[in-house]
């Protein structure tokens, strides 16, 4: 379960940078990255409690 | 992270470990407050290079880097004077600071209390305090500066001073309250949450970053050079009212921003734990991710709205992050601000509590909390952030000083160390005169010599040193005398 957790904090890490290194490249819309890093946001600090500062599970 | 986040609030406060506050024992643990930090409890690389990294990503970072801006920094400025005065910040850290700390392994408050006795120390604590409740003021106002956008608040401009609207004060005042609360109710609660928040709080400063250099006409690393130089940082004449940064204070201002943590010798508290004094060279993660891409990505949004509007001078970092990434970016600047006012208010409070023992540490953090409040709503502390932290710095290093020599040269000079223990007296006045003497000599220097706040600290660190030797030979033999009469 803490890996998948960690997965999905992972991603939304990815969904906080990715975006706007896309707009930089120009291959992605302004509006999108700010929605996109918006649900990357929600996702980080709803999953990550779960799994940092806690110790693994034996 | 996770061996950061079971000992931060140990290893960050030098007065968390002050005897008479017997309440953060209780709450944290082990601090090893009256003894050396023993083998068993030292901590690893990792642990300081998660620590520098979350705590230099603060609220203050999107004051500042607008600040260099409109202080008419250069690009080649900029990115080499941060580079190199960053990199001198760690030096300090992995030269001066942490040798000492592995050494001896003591709080800065027990190293202090050694050298300089209970009563200077406790001069040394009000001072700490007062600097620590300004600079949460600071970030209060950043977090405000959020708030205010979304009630569409009148917010201050770059040469507002003082309060400019009711809406302000409320503003400020609302998110002064929450934070003073926590701070008194929840600190642990807050830390985890601010660890929490850190890898995702760097990242959407790069993605400022990302967003704002498109726009500023960047289209490829080829053409960044000449679009830093001629859309970015332009360089020119400050703002009016802001001091001309040259590369030489951007160096200077980037090393000593955190002076009171390695020359000050504040960050003895955080390296006791390292197993090794190269660990100071975790600093670097503070310095680069905080204090050089922070920054940079900072004033890029400020040099943004410049580009979309000269006019628009006002330094506020709600709207200009909104601006460049949406909501989050507005989230950010309230955690960022909040995250890293929260730990400094709390500080704030305890070194206050140092000086009252006797009300209790919840009163103590809701009256420094609403002290930083009422700071908050003063945009000077941040408007002028670049001026204050220069200040702070030189306040607080004149006793760093004193802690270098005292630790590495009083003995080479036939005098006694730690000499408040050793004579138990409750204030070394060699000590005492020396930060006072420092301190009145670095603003002769500023008012009459014509040398920058941002520099005074250099002379300002070796003038202390000297006075610091010559007054102890004379204070040493003055004790010994009156003791053997």
């Known amino acids: ?31 999108i990255v700010k929605w996109i890093m918006l649900l990357a946001t929600i996702v980080w600090f709803a999953v990550t409690p779960f799994w940092m500062n806690r110790k693994p599970s034996a | 992270m996770n061996d950061l986040n079971n000992n931060s609030e140990n290893m960050l406060d030098p007065n968390q470990s002050a005897p008479d506050q ?13 003894e050396p930090v023993p083998q068993r409890s030292l901590l690893g690389f990792k642990s300081f290079i998660g620590m520098y ?26 990115i080499v004077g941060l580079l190199i005065g960053n990199l001198l910040a760690v030096l300090s850290w992995m030269f001066m600071t942490a040798p000492i700390a592995t050494r001896v392994r003591l709080t800065l408050y027990y190293q202090l209390e050694k050298i300089c006795g209970r009563k200077l120390v406790t001069i040394y604590n009000l001072a700490n305090g007062v ?18 956008l979304c009630f569409n608040i009148d917010m201050p401009g770059l040469y507002d001073y003082y309060p400019n609207s009711i809406g302000w ?13 926590v701070a008194a109710y929840g600190y642990q609660t807050v830390s985890k949450f601010a660890n929490i928040a850190a890898p995702w709080m760097v990242l959407v400063f790069f993605a400022f970053a990302f967003v704002a250099l498109p726009q500023l006409g960047v289209d490829s690393i080829g053409n960044f050079w000449s679009v830093a130089n001629e859309n970015i940082w332009k360089g020119g004449e400050p703002f009016e009212g802001y001091v001309k940064f040259t590369f030489w204070h951007i160096l200077f201002w980037s090393w000593f921003c955190n002076m009171a943590m390695h020359i000050g010798m504040s960050d003895l508290s955080v390296f006791r734990f390292a197993k090794k004094s190269w660990y100071g060279i975790a600093s670097g993660a503070g310095m680069y991710v905080g204090h050089y891409f ?23 970092p709600g709207p200009m992050a909104y601006d460049a990434a949406g909501i989050a970016g507005l989230i950010c600047v309230v955690i960022a601000g909040w995250t890293t006012a929260n730990p400094t208010i709390y500080r704030a409070g305890l070194a206050f509590q140092a000086i009252i023992p006797k009300v209790s540490r919840f009163k103590v953090t809701i009256m420094t909390g609403l002290l930083a409040t009422l700071a908050g709503m003063f945009p000077w502390f941040a408007m002028k952030l670049l001026d204050f932290v220069a200040l702070y710095g030189m306040l607080l290093m004149p006793m760093g000083a004193v802690i270098f020599v005292d630790f590495w040269l009083l003995k080479k000079f036939g005098l006694q ?36 706040i941002y520099f005074v600290s250099l002379p300002g660190w070796f003038i202390a040193s000297v006075l610091y030797v010559v007054l102890s030979k004379f204070y040493q033999k003055k004790v010994h005398q009156s003791a053997s009469a």
């Open chain 1, 1 to 31: 379960m803490r890996k998948i957790l960690q997965i999905i904090s992972l991603v939304a890490l990815g969904g906080t940078i990715i975006p706007s290194m896309l707009y930089c490249v120009g291959s992605m819309p302004l509006d």
């Open chain 2, 22 to 34: 017997p309440e953060t024992s209780a709450q944290t643990g082990d601090e090893f407050e009256r």
């Open chain 2, 53 to 78: 990294a979350g705590e230099h990503c603060a609220g203050t970072e999107l004051m500042l880097g607008p600040l260099f801006l409109a202080s008419g920094a250069s690009a080649f400025d900029l």
């Open chain 2, 131 to 148: 600097m620590f409740c300004f600079l949460a003021g600071a970030m209060i106002t950043v977090s405000a500066t959020a708030v205010g």
């Open chain 2, 169 to 181: 004060v409320l503003s400020v005042f609302g998110v002064g309250l929450v934070i003073s609360v």
């Open chain 2, 294 to 316: 922070a920054w940079i990505s900072a004033s890029l949004l400020f040099a943004l709205q410049l580009h979309r509007n000269p006019l628009n001078q006002d330094v506020l």
């Open chain 2, 417 to 452: 160390s730690n000499y408040a223990e050793l004579s138990r007296k409750t204030f070394n006045w060699a000590a005492g005169l020396t930060w006072f003497l420092t301190l009145g000599t670095c603003i002769l220097l500023v008012k009459f010599a014509g040398i920058q």
